[in-house]
């Protein structure tokens, strides 16, 4: 049996010291059900991750601000609030997001992606003036409108693939998971997870990062 698949990319399908594991381009290439990049990394990301490992354009990036199915788009967050709490951040004197150059947000079309290195009681603050939501993915605050999540772009992927979230699995390391892991029918965090992920998964696997996508991949395969 195989399912179609939402996996995150940073922590999970990365080895511990970065960089995409390449046991997994095989698997995800010939992986017979739809595999849908889903990440808080900036659009541009995701779509060339596609495109090296070889399957379709089906990406949910941005914590779901934006969403690509085949040829299909959709821009579902909005970039005004995070510019705003960009420039508020300048002000007080830390980067705008990253430090020049920052190649986070230079391709990124809606939410800011925050290093975490800024205090984050001075984000929040600034995230509830301009009504945005902070996830933490493990590797960045992200400042984002709270009506999108990955599982809300799990929700639009779906209606361009005639799927059902209910069918997908889910593997995934952090918080900017945890809506995705409610909204699929079953859903792994690798060992290595945040404990909101852990939390919130159906299954936390015995390996870490790519260990763990390569366990919940042999699970789905045999059931
Ligand atoms: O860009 C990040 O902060 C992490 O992205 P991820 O959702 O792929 O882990
Ligand atoms: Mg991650």
């Known amino acids: 049996m195989s399912r179609p698949i939402a996996i995150d990319i940073d922590g999970t399908m990365t080895r511990s010291a970065g960089g995409i594991d390449e046991r997994l381009f ?30 379709p354009e089906r990406v949910i990036a941005e914590n779901g601000g934006v969403i690509l199915v085949d040829g299909d788009l959709t821009v579902a967050g909005d970039s005004t609030a995070a510019r705003e709490v960009a420039g508020r951040l300048r002000e007080a004197g830390y980067p705008p997001g990253w430090p020049e150059p920052d ?56 209606e361009l693939l005639d799927r059902d979230p209910e069918e997908f699995v889910a593997i995934g390391d952090s918080a900017n998971d945890a809506e995705l892991f409610d909204a699929v029918g079953r859903s792994y965090a690798v060992a290595n997870a945040d404990e909101t992920a852990a939390s919130r998964a159906d299954v936390r696997t015995e390996g870490s990062f790519a260990d763990g996508v390569l366990e919940a991949l042999a699970e789905v395969s045999e059931k």
Not at 30 to 52: D, I, N, Q, R
Not at 113 to 141: C, F, H, K, N
Request: hydrophobic content about 35%; some cysteine.
């Open 26 to 55: 095989g698997p995800l290439r010939e992986w017979e059900e739809p595999v849908v990049l889903a990440t808080g990394k900036s659009f541009a990301y995701p779509v060339a991750l596609c495109t090296f490992l070889g399957i």
């Open 103 to 158: 190649m986070h947000n230079r391709w990124r079309e809606t939410e800011l992606s925050v290093t975490r290195s800024v205090p984050l009681e001075l984000l929040d603050d600034l995230a509830t003036e301009y009504g945005q939501t902070i996830v933490d993915s493990g590797y960045a605050y992200h400042v984002k409108s709270s009506s999108v999540s990955k599982a809300t772009g799990l929700r639009r992927a779906c």
